[in-house]
């Protein structure tokens, strides 16, 4: 029969890397009911045993603080696996003894995979594996993930668990002492008379994490109607144990699992601190990669180094793949109308489906070595140091030290961008950088910006494409500052956050990382991609028989009436909104589409503007450009990232509305001061 | 911030972020609103723990602290919300509830 076993741990102590080793290319990945947090489930086999593993977020406690903490406390607590493998950092036991603890307390059959031990005994720390075992009453198993050494202990002692524990592990009790011993004896007494608030967790761990005011059980006792019951010894008892203590009920009780947690670590661990004067070699880089004087520069640097090498080392990558999807096209077209197919289907399976493909596989190199180099600064340690040193500057905008690498790439593509979003843990965080990144100025504005300013500005041109990028970023702050005290008010942002020790990020686990977001990019955004190409293609295209995108077309019909609205800023006519709506589909399209309607090669395209626009409707129109939805391809990954189609549209409304806003703004302001 | 009364005499009770890098002292209490002080108190900093501020960010905010055994970042506003006394006191730490 199958088991199924959560993988739990604090973040930073090899998790992941002990996931791979169990369940190795035996994974999937989903998604958590109603949220986007990823799930991520793997099998082991051993004899006749079949083990399902689901790999929870990295937690530090079940008092979640997050959105991912709180998917991870919640199956923990209430879908109750049949046994929890909790992963402990062997060179720092103190710290991920104390989730352990709390899991004890649940009642969970657990087994304790000791990990990172190579990292222990080059701290010169020994682990008394037997006395840990003996103290916590669990199987405890030494492991070196990363070199894929005692998985095969670690599968053994979880089946003989699984299979030879008839009773659910309840005899576990933490020493609370003398003063919340009596206050939990008496909640214990009072919650074994009613029925379970929380199936399978112990009456006694109730009344502990209703004390310590776990918002779970609160809400079990809520919904059972205990809350008055429970609330009045706490009132009652609780306050004479806090009085007597000198500090709330909370503190004492998280306070004695750790003095629990400290005892337990004492006892099982010896330090040889001869080693000691060694160990701070991550504490010397420290010095310099944190420093009042090198930090910030080293971060940009670090960054900016990242950006470049994205953008130079993909962009040849996605020509070969374009141009390989051109010429399938065009081959496919040959072949096609050779068969005898009509011109309409030609060119349905050449610009939609096969354009449509080639348009979302050409994200994948700019996904893949941009998350090789995010799984490089954060397995190395690096990524925390980089928020660490860039948070006051964030935090100023209301927004997460971390959330510059996202808005840094944005000016490279926006995709790639949304979905380096995942760095931030809290769902606040997230979700601001995500609605701001759009005002980013991505590289395929910058054709649109070229052509305009050369064909308007002259000697200026520069200037004028400089600044579009500032009011791009002028934009993205105001923005970040309003969605902050507004939409997200009440959600605060914390920091909170673990430096962890540097170490050398392993290739496997990049390579994996890398590989894993862009399959995922190309398998859950492709679909949107491709249905909105198509559904671009066949407005171009209909009805039968007109010039693809001419003003017969749809689209064209579409323009005509969208034009006067665009009317107050200074570009109304249909040309214009013709443009911007194939702009939709990649914004350098826009440069295209004016070459086609008006009958000018891209070369002949400078002369031919100024026909329609004036240099002040010219710049109305690049803010307008600059600013409104996004490309297909990044609505995809927005909606990837946030698994939510409401957000999706509030972001196309709201970018849009903005840059209708922006660019009649600047029109109308440009009359007002004479410039028209 | 007041004044710490207890076994070692009246103390004066300092905030984390008051300290400068390189100064220890033990946590006597966490202040602040109920998500932060539990995190806070999770990840370890509960009343009678060792600590020592490690390092500064460029811009002084945030700040780093060193305890149990590894590094902790912390926002100057909640490091606000933690309360040291002088290390002298450690000793008496237990006595002193």
Known sequence: MGYTVALTGNPNTGKTSLFNALTGSNQHVGNWPGVTVERKEGRFRMGDGEVKVVDLPGIYSLGAASLDEEIAADFLLRSRPDLAIVVADGSNLERSLYLAVQMLETGTPLVLALNMMDAAAEKGITIDVEKLSALLGIPVVPTVARRKEGIEDLKKRVLDELKNRTAPLNSFALPYGERLGPLFDEMEAFLTTKPELIPGLPARTAAVKFTEGDSVVLAAAESAGLLPALESILSGSGAAVESALGYDLQTAVIERRWGFVSGVTAEAVTRDLSLKTRLSLSDRIDRVVTSRTLGLPLFFLVTWAIFRLTYALGDPLVEIFGGLFESLGERSAGFLAAAGLSDVMVSFIQDGLIGGVGSVVVFFPHIFILFAFIAVLEDSGYMARGAFVMDRVMHLMGLHGKSFIPMLMGFGCNVPSMMATRILERPRDRMITLLILPFMSCSARLPVFVLFSGAFFGPHAGTAVFSLYILGIVVAVGAAKILGSTLFKGESSQLVMELPPYHIPSAGMVFRHAWERGFLFLQKAGTFILLSVVAVWALASLPWGVEYGSEESLVGSIGKVLAPLFQPAGFGFWQAAVALFFGFLAKEVVVGTFGALLGAGEAGLAAALPTLFTPLSAYAFLVMTLLYVPCVAAVAAFKRETGSWKWTFFMIAYTTLVGYGGAVLVYQGGRLLGLG | ?97
Do not use: Q
């Open chain 2, 1 to 97: 911030m007041g004044a710490f009364g207890g076994c070692c005499g009246t103390v004066t009770e300092k905030t984390l972020s008051s300290l400068a890098v390189g100064e220890g002292g033990v946590v006597s209490k966490i202040g602040g609103d109920g998500g932060l002080k539990r995190r806070i108190l999770e990840m370890g900093l509960v009343p009678g723990t060792e600590i020592r501020v490690e390092r500064k960010a460029p811009l002084n905010d945030p700040v780093s602290v060193w305890f149990r055994g590894y590094e902790l970042s912390l926002r100057v506003d909640e490091a606000n919300a933690v309360f040291v006394r002088p290390k002298g006191c450690a000793g008496c730490s237990g006595g002193c509830r």
